[in-house]
């Protein structure tokens, strides 16, 4: 099994650079940002909503690295992706503390308002892999836990990225949630059509990405 991921991470490095000499795509836009834990410490309605410096459209994939070190049992790390047009539509991911690792998606649109679309009260995420949340127009949404698929081709209709929230806390009264570390949050985003080779190495580094997961669990687990 060594050998294999191996293999893989290697057909990785060798195809990336092959594909981001030779594609182009003038619609690539590509952002990172880094959110500290005490940002975390609010409850929603005080939560700032964070305009990005680029929109995220038409097809887009969102990693998520959560290395935030917990403080309150009860606290959580909650993360609002918020639709350009400002209608209310909203994609949330919300990441419990460790051990039980509780974690949960929902979705704001307009016609249904907020559903919560996937829920795990145990492993529902794992601090030693990336989440992943992509969503094309044709597709919809698709949602990773950094070990498996649990939201597969959600309709959410038109969903552009341009902002976000953090918050953390049920009650203004509440100890705070989280004691240090933060968030790695990438962006990618562009139109296929004008380029689908442009995202090639994406789909390698993703591919890669859930391989090496899947390999840290079994080896964990055996």
């Known amino acids: ?15 990336s650079p092959a594909f981001a000499q030779e594609a182009k795509n003038p ?26 410096d680029d929109t995220h459209a038409i097809s887009w994939q969102v990693t998520i690295d959560n290395n935030l070190i917990y403080s309150n049992p009860d606290g959580t790390a909650v993360i609002r992706f ?24 929902a979705v704001t649109t307009p016609k249904e308002g907020y559903i919560v679309v996937h829920r795990d009260l145990d492993r529902g995420w794992f601090p030693e892999t990336k989440l992943i949340i992509s969503y094309t127009d044709k597709a919809g949404l698709t949602v990773n836990n ?10 959410i209709d038109t969903f552009a990225i341009d902002s976000y929230s953090v ?4 009650s203004s ?18 139109d296929p059509a004008k380029n689908i080779f442009a995202f090639f ?12 997961a899947v390999l840290f669990l079994t080896k964990k687990r055996s």
Do not use: C
């Open 1 to 15: 099994m060594k050998y294999l991921f191996a293999i893989v991470l290697l057909m990785g490095f060798m195809i």
């Open 27 to 52: 619609s690539l836009v590509i952002d990172s940002l880094e959110i500290p834990a005490e940002e975390f410490n609010v409850v929603l309605r005080d939560a700032s909503i964070v305009k990005l």
């Open 82 to 105: 918020y639709e350009q047009e400002g209608d209310g539509q909203l994609i949330e991911i919300g990441m419990g503390p460790q051990p039980d690792n509780k974690f949960w998606v």
């Open 146 to 155: 950094g070990a498996r698929i649990v939201v597969t081709n959600l309709d």
């Open 167 to 170: 918050h953390g806390m049920e």
């Open 173 to 190: 009264t509440d100890p705070p949630a989280i004691n240090s570390g933060s968030m790695l949050i990438d962006f990618l985003s562009g």
């Open 201 to 212: 190495p994406f789909y390698v580094a993703a591919g890669i990405g859930v391989i090496v």
